[in-house]
């Protein structure tokens, strides 16, 4: 089952329609861009808010950065594996990923030839969770379940994330 972070928080009312950016100093690829539309589109479609990109990191609602080791929120970051990614509950849209992490995008994962590859994807779709403001689900099936092991690909919303997501929006 679903669960909220504790007090429940959520993007106030009149906070419906945010904007994302990519950390400029990183420089990702198209594709990896296309990555995070994609995970934040599996939300939208079932909430009435919408997610779109805007070039002024430092506007932006929800701020994504890739960042190695410490990087100065007191929630550094550990190599290969362990933590591959952070992100904080509403209305923060901190959305920090493992740099040292070995990133997979799109295709099938299970053929990549690195033991410890992660689904780029499955992960931004989890986090976004978070930035909306929901904690782990019980539910192995969803995507809020707090595990994931390499070469997953996971990335569909299960019945319980469209449950707890339409209970906060
Ligand atoms: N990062 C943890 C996570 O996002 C951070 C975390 C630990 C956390 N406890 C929390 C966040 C409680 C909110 C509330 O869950 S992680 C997965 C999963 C991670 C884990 O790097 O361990 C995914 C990142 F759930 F699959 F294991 C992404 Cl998908
Ligand atoms: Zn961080
Ligand atoms: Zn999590």
């Known amino acids: 089952h679903y669960s909220f972070f504790p007090g429940t928080p ?4 009149g906070r419906r329609d945010l904007t994302f950016a990519f950390l400029p100093d990183n420089e990702l690829s198209d594709e990896a861009k296309a990555v995070f539309v994609s995970a934040f589109q599996k939300w939208s479609t079932v909430i009435p808010m ?17 960042y190695v080791g410490d990087h100065g ?15 904080f ?12 992490e070995n990133w997979v995008i799109g295709g099938d994962i ?19 969770g978070h930035l909306l403001g929901l904690g782990h689900s019980s539910v192995e099936e ?19 994330d ?3 997501i339409q209970k906060l929006y």
């Not at 959520?10 to 009312?13: D, F, I, M």
């Not at 919408?50 to 890739?66: L, N």
């Not at 509950?89 to 040292?100: E, I, R, T, V, W």
């Open 10 to 13: 959520v993007w106030p009312e």
């Open 50 to 66: 919408t997610f779109t990109e805007t070039t002024s990191f430092y506007s932006a609602d929800i701020k994504i950065g890739f």
């Open 73 to 87: 929120d007191g929630e550094a970051f550990d190599g290969v594996l362990g933590t591959l990614a952070h992100a």
């Open 89 to 100: 509950s509403p209305p923060s849209g901190m959305f920090h990923l493992d740099g040292d």
């Open 110 to 128: 299970t053929t990549s030839t690195v033991t410890s590859a992660i689904d780029l994807e499955s992960v931004a779709v989890h986090e976004i």
């Open 142 to 160: 969803s995507i809020m379940y707090p595990t994931i092991t390499s070469k997953t690909k996971k990335v569909d919303l299960a019945n319980d």
């Open 162 to 164: 469209v449950q707890g």
